[in-house]
């Protein structure tokens, strides 16, 4: 997940979410979360991912893909990360019904 840090540390200071709140909200120390905000380590479980994305109120897709910054024309990893995160979401939508 190519600058997936630098995009949840975005979206968190953008709602004003300071990285202890964000830390406790997901359970995990300030340290865990620095870390990924840094590109040092990352979440390996997509809960986690869905949390951020609750707590950040975005969806899944917009935590891991900053359409703005990331042309999707041509570029076929994009397009096959989009359509993962889209069965992701769906899974996890029936999965909690």
Do not use: C
């Amino acid at each position: 997940m190519e600058n997936f840090g630098a995009r949840i540390r975005e979206l968190r200071k953008e709602r004003g979410i300071t990285v202890y709140e964000m830390a406790t909200r997901l359970g995990v120390s300030r340290n865990t979360l620095t870390n990924w905000e840094r590109g040092e380590k990352e979440p390996h479980a997509v809960e986690m991912l869905e949390e951020m994305a609750k707590i950040l109120k975005v969806s899944l897709k917009e935590i891991l893909i900053d359409e703005d910054k990331m042309p999707t024309e041509n570029n076929f990893a994009i397009k096959n990360l989009q359509e993962r995160v889209t069965k992701i979401e769906k899974f996890l939508k029936d999965f909690m019904k």
